[in-house]
């Protein structure tokens, strides 16, 4: 019983460096997939909920929602941004 929760501890050990190691290729690679929670994005983008449930209503912000959680990928906040770049040069 106690070599199967050492192996379970390990396993848990790995994939937990894999996650870790995964972010980071990630982030080399400019690929910034993760998913935030909708207050994660409010603090982020400096906005109210009242527009951010608008940006999310206008279609403008792609979201998921799993059991009442709203989740936006990172990717897709900065393709907001992106769009709404104004250079003043």
């Known amino acids: 019983m106690q070599l ?3 192996i ?3 396993l ?3 994939i937990k460096s894999l996650a870790k190691i ?7 690679l400019g690929i910034s ?3 935030n929670r909708k207050e ?6 400096a906005i109210s909920p009242r527009t951010f449930n608008r940006l999310i ?3 403008k912000l792609p979201y998921s929602k799993v059991s009442g959680i709203t989740f936006i990928k990172t990717s897709d906040v900065e393709k ?9 040069n």
Do not use: A, F, M, P
Not at 22 to 28: D, E, G, L, V
Not at 80 to 88: A, F, K, S, V, W
């Open 12 to 14: 848990q050990g790995v």
């Open 40 to 45: 994660e994005v409010l603090k982020l983008l």
């Open 57 to 59: 209503s206008t279609g």
């Open 80 to 88: 907001l941004l992106n769009e709404n770049y104004h250079n003043q």
């Open 33 to 35: 997939d993760e998913w």
């Open 22 to 28: 995964t972010k980071i290729q990630s982030r080399i």
């Open 4 to 6: 199967c929760n050492d």
């Open 8 to 10: 379970k501890s390990d």
